[in-house]
């Protein structure tokens, strides 16, 4: 069985309304049921926005901390999904069904090394 890391992508910006939020935050906690149903499931989370973020960077004997995201953009990582499954078959099945709970926001599906 191979691990796959389902990345959902979001835009800058603020959280959604709470009439929109919750229909699609059943609609995951449903996706997750299935996922463990089907042993597939291994860890899954949402993410602080990136202004939270603190960046660790070495540069000969000092490590420089720096607030906020690692890069600037439009969008950024808002949660992920690690996935155990038999092949990419069945992880795009499972991002194929991500992707249309969190319409229109993207998902992208990479296997662990």
Do not use: C
Not at 6 to 22: A, F, H, I, N
Not at 71 to 85: A, D, N, S, Y
Request: avoid cysteine; aromatic fraction near 8%.
């Amino acid at each position: 069985m191979k691990q796959y890391l389902l990345s959902v992508y979001q835009p800058d910006g603020p959280t959604p309304e709470p009439s929109v939020l919750e229909p699609i935050m059943k609609n995951l906690a449903t996706w997750n049921d299935e996922l463990r149903a089907a042993g597939s499931w291994v860890f899954s989370a949402g993410l602080h926005p990136p202004e939270s973020a603190t960046v660790l960077r070495a540069s000969s004997d000092e490590v420089l901390i720096t607030d906020g995201p690692f890069t600037e953009g439009k969008e950024h990582l808002g949660g992920f999904t690690i996935i155990q499954v038999e092949d990419l078959d069945e992880a795009l099945r499972w991002g194929r069904e991500l992707a249309r709970i969190v319409a229109p926001l993207p998902i992208e599906v990479r296997p662990f090394a």
